[in-house]
């Protein structure tokens, strides 16, 4: 970075003689518009550039609001040999990025036109600013030193600087979310944001970032879950926004998932090849709501259908499929008649080209509601009918169950379980691993019988010291399969 600095005022008169100057050089931030909500993380800001000729090395200097916003770190877009940041002062970011090192491999400039070269990810510190809010990203030039701050090298050798160098600054607007407009049209919990919302959960549509911060209806800060959804519809239905509901006592996903049985239940002939898949819940309390993603295998050739099961209680479904991604939800539109304990959810139709094997369904995302709209926890589980549709009567014991993994208490700061169940003799090992993928202890390696299991963590090392305060994670083996749980320990 020092070199192409020394040699700025050698080259300068020898680019002002060749007209180097005389082209268009201009670099900007995207669109010059960045929209976040308060409090929002990792906001994208693009760094754009506009060359006449091709360009091989990039300085900047960049100032912003340090009360406002703070930088996270400086991304290339595209390939450089050198690509360094400082974000150490607060209000300043400094960027160089270069494509013309030696030794090879050779990297060619950057070609005549319009890139974006890196991006500045971005946190909205503020969470609360009374009103919207915008402030502006800018290029400077530092008049406490001898050289220009902000400037270009060609591939010719001739350097791009201000005032010839056009630096166009952005605004980054923050505003402050208008709980429960989904569909944008500033009137919050209306009919509108309700089929807004539905169409979310059945994969129709995805959310803007500002549809995503109003989606926080119950101001928990977990963005568009279906206890969102139940909130919006209790507020529709009648009951203040104001929050007095206070969220039930944290559930015991061990006791969840020991009391979760493989309910006997007697669905109708299947005929041909169309299939049932069915998932079972075990709630502590009251569910106002469920949803899930689920990917289907490829041997299913289409979806037919999707019915609540018979004690879903006073409940509604939306579901949608969009290529092997499944989307569902259930909800209730008032707190009254709500299935808790051990129910079927729902019942999936299927066509299938063969018959159906459960662990070929993979479950990416479960949600769950209480009554009131605060997120809860559920057990769940999926089942196929059994082959043999006279067992159907026969069966009154309990099924072999496979629960995935939880973990509890998370944060914990003495020690954590990992709670589990198996369908089938596996070998279990299990292993932890802090962010940097390093491995910090082996809890747990033998061969487990049918049911549910457990293993404790302590929080020490393989050395037997107790780890740093931080985020680490569980790999569970389970077989030939894999399962990862994240935790968090607090000293």
């Not at 206890?227 to 239905?237: G, P, Q, S, T």
């Not at 954590?416 to 932890?432: H, K, L, M």
């Not at 019988?449 to 963590?457: K, R, T």
Request: charged share 20%.
């Amino acid at each position: 970075m020092n070199a192409p600095k020394l040699v700025v005022a050698a080259l300068l008169l020898l680019a002002a003689a060749t007209g180097a100057f005389a082209q268009d050089y201009r670099v900007y931030f995207g669109d010059s518009y960045v929209e976040a909500y308060v409090g929002q993380q990792n906001v994208a800001v693009p760094i754009a550039l506009h060359n006449s000729q091709p360009v091989e090395y990039i300085h900047l200097i960049i100032t912003y609001d340090a009360s406002l916003i703070r930088p996270r770190s400086v991304a290339p877009a595209i390939f450089f040999q050198l690509a360094s940041f400082d974000i150490n002062t607060p209000g300043r970011i400094e960027v160089e990025l270069e494509r013309d090192l030696i030794p090879p491999p050779y990297v060619p400039p950057i070609p005549p036109g319009d890139t974006i070269v890196a991006y500045i990810s971005m946190d909205v510190i503020v969470n609360d600013l009374g009103r919207d809010m915008g402030t502006f990203i800018e290029f400077i030039e530092d008049v406490n030193t001898p050289y220009p701050d902000n400037l270009l090298l060609l591939s010719n050798g001739y350097f791009i600087i201000p005032p010839q160098l056009v630096l166009q600054r952005g605004e980054f607007f923050i505003f402050r979310p208008l709980y429960g407009d989904l569909n944008l049209n500033g009137d919050p919990f209306e009919v509108g944001d309700v089929v807004t919302f539905v169409s979310f959960f059945t994969g129709a549509i995805h959310f803007s970032p500002r549809q995503m911060a109003n989606s926080d209806c119950n101001r928990d800060n977990l963005q568009a879950t279906i206890a969102d959804f139940v909130y919006m519809l209790r507020i529709i239905n009648g009951d203040p926004d104001t929050l007095l509901f206070a969220p039930p006592e944290p559930i015991d996903p061990d006791q969840l998932a020991q009391q979760l049985l493989a309910a006997t239940a007697k669905p109708a002939k299947i005929l041909d090849n169309y299939q049932m898949i069915s998932i079972f819940l075990d709630s502590k309390e009251p569910l106002g709501g469920f949803a899930f993603s689920l990917i289907l295998p490829d041997y299913i050739d289409r979806v037919c259908g999707l019915a609540l099961g018979e004690a879903a209680g006073n409940l509604l479904l939306a579901y949608g499929e969009t290529e092997g991604l499944l989307k569902f939800a259930g909800y209730s539109m008032r707190a009254v008649d709500l299935p808790s304990g051990v129910f079927k959810a729902v019942d999936i139709q299927v066509e299938a080209s063969r018959r159906l094997n459960v662990e070929d369904f993979k479950v990416i995302s479960a949600d769950f509601s209480d009554a009131h709209g605060h997120t809860t926890t559920a057990a769940y589980r999926l089942a196929v009918p059994l082959e043999d549709e006279q067992v159907y009567s026969d069966i009154e014991g309990e099924l072999p169950i496979r629960i995935e993994p939880v973990a509890y208490p998370n944060p914990f700061n003495s020690s954590v379980t990992i709670a589990y169940g198996i369908d089938r003799i596996e070998r279990v090992s299990a292993e932890i691993f802090d962010i940097l993928g390093r491995r910090v202890a082996v809890v747990a390696e033998s061969e487990k019988q049918i049911g549910e299991h457990s293993l404790i963590w302590d929080g020490r090392d393989l050395s037997g010291n107790t780890v740093a305060t931080g985020v680490y994670f569980c790999r569970l083996h389970i077989g030939d399969e894999e399962k990862v749980v994240r935790l968090q320990y607090l000293k």
